[in-house]
């Protein structure tokens, strides 16, 4: 089992930026991938970014590619997303998951593990 728990959500105005953490415990070893989801009210879970656990590698969906980063410390066991130039779509609650797929996954069903979410709310 791993155990995920986001923090560093809130609300920003517009043009903000934010830096989402998650902490993972567990059995981290069987960790692949890391990913970032997000879900707006009304709307379906979409995934918003991911890093390869082993090699560090980032892939992003195109809506926010150029204003987040994926960031991981490997000491910890925490994974960051760093949103900047926020915009008020961006609203939703944010997943962190964690999955045992080798490569990085935009699919919800390749991520095995969930944490709670954390709230991200964009005012204009």
């Known amino acids: 089992q791993v155990y995920l728990v986001e923090s560093g959500g809130g609300l920003v105005q517009a043009g903000g930026s934010l830096r989402l953490s998650c902490a993972a415990s567990?059995?981290?070893?069987?960790?692949?991938?890391m990913g970032w989801f997000r879900q707006a009210p009304g709307k379906e879970r979409e995934f918003v970014g991911g890093?390869?656990?082993?090699?560090?590698?980032?892939s992003y969906a195109d809506s926010v590619k150029g204003r987040c980063t994926i960031s991981r410390d490997n000491a910890k066991n925490e994974v960051y997303l760093q949103m900047n130039a926020l915009k008020p779509e961006d609203t939703a609650v944010y997943y962190c998951?964690?999955?045992?797929?080798?490569?990085?996954?935009?699919?919800?069903?390749?991520?095995?593990?969930w944490g709670q979410g954390t709230q991200v709310t964009v005012s204009s």
């Open positions: 567990g059995r981290t070893f069987t960790i692949y991938t």
């Open positions: 998951a964690a999955g045992p797929s080798p490569t990085i996954s935009y699919y919800r069903g390749s991520y095995h593990f």
């Open positions: 890093m390869s656990w082993r090699d560090g590698g980032t």
